[in-house]
């Protein structure tokens, strides 16, 4: 069969972002390495708010143990010191790293449950360790630690779930290639592997992922070796080719991308962006396991559900982090989260699921309740970020025509327009019956 996509930049801006992955809305991203054996970080704050000067030293992400072990004094290298010794090099953890409490299907079953439809691992964070049997490392989970293919594993039991199976690789950093620690943003600049020797080693690591798992979604991070980018023509070329349904990410630092990313506070959109993309922070303050967080670090359910409903309003999805410990296994209060979310989507997963955005994302009611909106072909739905206090319920800034019913049930509500808003009526038994959010459907007549 003739390729339909050619390795130039014009001819790749042909492929449509795949309909599964726009109606998808949410999926899990999964990090899981040496860094999950010490599970330690400070946690300082979300991204975005915390000053980037302080960042790097007290790094609330606990995968940036490596770099934050570097910078000697940090909170990180203290309590490597004291816990494992100052000889301890990072290397080490790979004899710690056993998963011997892994169960692939019990993790896809948790994702499902909890209402995922996509799951993205990280195949080689920053650390440069590699959860598959690579050929262009022995720096691996085959070679090292567990001795599996942590990757082929988790591919087989995600899709025998019914997910789709998607794949991370930190292309920009591998700490196994430099020596200096990042301290500053400034710093990427230069800190980092420039070499064409490294652009080599991920071109054929990212194509040996191809061939291997034939992943949904490419998601890259850090950027890509500035030698090395012409080569993304080819690979993504080579990619679409093999699979017209995949998807990649926009962290590559080249003008090609199917969707865009955003990381706890930055590059959030506000408003309808008009483009696809997709947002992505932990339950925590951390993507990988951080034993120092609590529940107050934590969503809790109901905010997860509002992040979920708050992103899709706005033409986006929810790529949720969970962070395993080293033996395979994920933490109560993250598994809580999870099921939580799941329940929520057993009952209105139809305003979410196969959504598009309606006409505007966002609403008050008069009381300051927040509103967010979606939508499916004549019926949109609205879905108030709590349940409102009375059977009246002003809403301002929009007018409504057609019929009214309430989600859960199907009743049909009174409702009258008025100078500032509409005004509709939803009986406290109906008010009851909800949980965490109201949702009405409108049915445009």
């Known amino acids: 069969m003739k390729p339909r996509y050619n390795p130039t930049w014009e001819s790749l801006k042909e492929h449509a972002l795949p309909k599964w992955f726009d109606e998808a809305k949410f999926g899990i991203f999964i990090h899981w390495g040496l860094y999950s054996v010490p599970g330690w970080a400070t946690p300082t704050g979300e991204l975005g708010k915390v000053s980037m000067d302080v960042w790097f030293f007290q790094n609330p992400y606990a995968e940036w143990y490596e770099n934050s072990l570097r910078i000697k004094g940090s909170p990180t290298w203290e309590y490597h010191v004291k816990t494992y010794g100052e000889n301890f090099e990072y290397d080490r953890f ?10 692939p299907y019990e993790w896809a079953d948790l994702f499902k449950k909890a ?21 262009y490392t022995d720096f691996n989970a085959v070679k090292k630690g567990p001795r599996r293919d942590l990757i082929r594993e988790l ?6 779930t019914g997910l789709r199976f998607g794949v991370y690789y930190s292309g920009g950093l591998d700490w196994r290639f430099t020596t200096e620690p990042i301290r500053y943003p400034e710093d990427f600049s230069y800190i980092r592997p420039h070499t064409y020797e490294y652009a080599d080693y991920t071109y054929k690591q990212v194509m040996e992922l191809i061939d291997l798992y034939l992943p949904d979604i490419l998601w890259n991070d850090m950027g890509w070796p500035e030698k090395g980018k012409e080569d993304l023509k080819y690979l993504f070329a080579y990619y679409y080719n093999k699979h017209p349904e995949g998807a990649v990410n926009d962290r590559w630092g080249v003008p090609h991308w199917d969707f865009k990313t ?3 506070h930055v590059n959030y959109p506000e408003d309808l962006p008009g483009y696809k993309w997709e947002f992505t922070r932990g339950i925590g303050l951390s993507f990988g396991y951080n034993q120092n967080e609590g529940p107050e670090h934590m969503l809790s359910v109901e905010q997860l559900v509002y992040t979920l409903v708050d992103v899709v309003s706005k033409g986006g999805n929810l790529l949720l982090n969970v962070g395993p410990k080293g033996d395979g296994t994920i933490p109560d209060l993250q598994k809580e989260r999870l099921l939580g979310l799941g329940k929520w989507l057993e009952k209105y997963g139809d305003v979410i ?10 609403a008050k009611t008069k009381d300051g309740m927040e509103i967010r909106f979606t939508r499916k072909n004549n019926r949109y739905f609205i879905i108030f970020l709590g349940i409102p206090d009375g059977e009246k319920v002003a809403i301002r800034d929009i007018t409504l025509s057609g019929a009214v019913r309430h989600f859960l049930t199907g009743e049909r509500l009174k409702f009258h327009n008025t100078e500032e808003g509409v005004e509709i009526i939803v009986p406290r038994k109906l008010l009851e019956t909800d949980s ?3 949702v009405l459907e409108v049915v445009e007549e």
Request: net charge positive.
């Open 436 to 438: 965490i959010t109201l």
């Open 262 to 264: 955003a990381e706890y």
């Open 94 to 103: 790979t004899d710690l790293f056993t998963a011997e409490r892994w169960n």
């Open 353 to 362: 699921y196969g959504s598009s955005v309606w006409r505007k994302c966002c």
């Open 155 to 160: 591919a087989k039991a995600v899709r025998d």
């Open 115 to 135: 209402g995922a439809k996509y799951v993205i691992p990280t195949t080689k964070h920053h650390d440069g360790f590699c959860l598959w049997g690579t050929r």
